[in-house]
């Protein structure tokens, strides 16, 4: 079982539409969450980047973490078909040394005009 | 546009060969790090050096190592290449070293096929 893991999708939704994207966890050393939206052939974009529970409001994106519950989501009000892009979570600890960042398998989203 | 750049875009190799990937960070940031993607196995961490030192390393294969250089900028080196090494090499950087406020900002990639 991967550390964390996302629905691939893909997921389709009307122009409009508010899109909910979301990833389980089983390390409970997460302390640190994120949000990349990757288009076709590029590199990841950083959307969000939150520090232990609760909610972030970025524009139209909403990032919440429930720590307790192992479980991240990253909500887009009034998509738009510029946000037709695979979304990645990832996420990384305080250890020792470093800052390596885990990913999700990422969730492909299609909004359709 | 990130402010990471990588180079080259594209590298097309054979098997048994050797290549360089080269990245320069964002202007400041003294922590680059290395990710593979591929289809079957997402994005995976490779390595991370801050200010010319190793600081973490994550499931990077022996026949690959990496440098950061006084001027900060890092090379991926990829030897003895197999088809299965085919993937986008990402480059990321970010401020400083731990996860603290310290989001990883990454470059667009070179894509690597080995035939």
């Known amino acids: 079982q991967k550390e964390v893991e996302q629905d691939p999708g893909p997921l389709s939704v009307p122009e409009g539409a508010i899109v909910s994207l979301n990833c389980t966890y089983s390390?409970?050393?997460?302390?640190?969450f994120m949000w990349y939206r990757q288009y076709s052939r590029k590199g990841p974009e950083l959307l969000m980047y939150t520090y232990s529970s609760g909610n972030k409001e970025d524009g139209r994106f909403t990032a919440q973490v429930d720590k307790s519950s192992k479980y991240i989501s990253l909500f887009i009000r009034d998509s738009q078909p510029s946000d037709s892009a695979t979304y990645l979570c990832?996420?990384?600890?305080?250890?020792?040394?470093?800052?390596?960042?885990?990913f999700g398998g990422g969730t492909r989203l299609m909004v359709k005009p | 546009d990130s402010g990471v750049t990588q180079t080259p875009k594209h590298l097309i190799t054979a098997t048994g060969q050797r290549v360089t990937l080269r990245c320069s960070p964002r202007?400041?940031?003294?922590?680059v790090y290395w990710y593979q993607q591929s289809l079957d196995q997402g994005l995976q961490f490779l390595i991370q050096y801050y200010n010319g030192e190793e600081r973490a390393k994550g499931n990077i294969l022996e026949r690959f190592s990496a440098q950061q250089f006084p001027d900060l900028h890092s090379e991926l080196n990829l030897s003895s290449l197999e088809l299965g090494d085919s993937a986008l090499y990402f480059c990321?950087?970010?401020?400083?070293?731990?996860?603290?406020?310290?989001?990883?900002?990454f470059g667009p990639g070179t894509r690597l096929t080995v035939l």
């Open positions: 990321a950087s970010s401020v400083g070293d731990g996860p603290t406020y310290n989001e990883q900002f």
């Open positions: 202007s400041g940031d003294l922590s």
């Open positions: 990832a996420m990384s600890a305080v250890y020792n040394a470093g800052n390596m960042l885990t």
């Open positions: 390390n409970s050393a997460f302390q640190y």
